[in-house]
T-cell receptor, first 119, second 115 residues
Framework: AQKITQTQPGMFVQEKEAVTLDCTYDTSDQSYGLFWYKQPSSGEMIFLIYQGSYDEQNATEGRYSLNFQKARKSANLVISASQLGDSAMYFCAMREGSLGMDSNYQLIWGAGTKLIIKP | GAGVSQTPSNKVTEKGKYVELRCDPISGHTALYWYRQSLGQGPEFLIYFQGTGAADDSGLPNDRFFAVRPEGSVSTLKIQRTERGDSAVYLC?????????????FGPGTRLLVL
């Protein structure tokens, strides 16, 4: 079963509008972290925002916010006031972790959403 | 400070050849990860180093793939007898100590094309 599901393969959004990118996850761990990364056409994976499973408030970083609904296992990324430079692939990733010190906290990734901002 | 760097940025090789891909993590980061990203997909985990040791190599697809990190800093991913299916972007990431809540910072990747 997919651990990270991103149901929107692609989205077109008008510049300056807000956009929500969907992400649902599946884990039996109580402790986990959720990440969003942006990958422009240049290829580099750029960290955007992090939400811990025990964080009571939704994470925010500038124009990015994470709509975390734990009971629904949902961690949607919201980008406010979209800009042309926001056009990129966006990946949701999860790191499970109720393990010990030498545990591997690898990221488990979704398939991504391609966001295109229209002028 | 400097981010994660990877060399070469692009590598074209012929089927059956040997290749080495290098990753230089952020200074002081003890945790280092290799991922592989095929076209149109999210990255897939290959191997994780904590310091000099490979703490988890369960993502390596077969024994043609091997990685080292002899001094706990630079890492080299080695692929023997390359196959066309190895063509992908190989991403390296590092984090400070490998803890769950830490952000992994990625390099620009090496685009490998096997002809």
């Amino acid at each position: 079963a997919q651990k990270i599901t991103q149901t929107q393969p692609g989205m077109f959004v008008q510049e300056k509008e807000a956009v929500t990118l969907d992400c649902t996850y599946d884990t039996s761990d109580q402790s986990y972290g959720l990440f969003w990364y942006k990958q422009p056409s240049s290829g580099e994976m750029i960290f955007l925002i992090y939400q811990g499973s025990y964080d009571e408030q939704n994470a925010t970083e500038g124009r990015y916010s994470l709509n975390f609904q734990k009971a629904r296992k949902s961690a949607n990324l919201v980008i406010s006031a979209s800009q042309l430079g926001d056009s990129a692939m966006y990946f949701c990733a999860m790191r499970e972790g109720s393990l010990g010190m030498d545990s591997n906290y690898q990221l488990i990734w979704g398939a991504g959403t391609k966001l295109i901002i229209k002028p | 400070g400097a981010g994660v760097s990877q060399t070469p940025s692009n590598k074209v090789t012929e089927k059956g050849k040997y290749v080495e891909l290098r990753c230089d993590p952020i200074s002081g980061h003890t945790a280092l990860y290799w991922y592989r990203q095929s076209l149109g997909q999210g990255p897939e985990f290959l191997i994780y180093f904590q310091g000099t040791g490979a703490a988890d190599d369960s993502g390596l697809p077969n024994d043609r793939f091997f990685a080292v990190r002899p001094e706990g800093s630079v890492s080299t991913l080695k692929i023997q007898r390359t196959e066309r299916g190895d063509s992908a972007v190989y991403l390296c990431a590092s984090s400070a100590a490998g803890a769950r809540q830490e952000t992994q910072y990625f390099g620009p990747g090496t685009r490998l094309l096997v002809l």
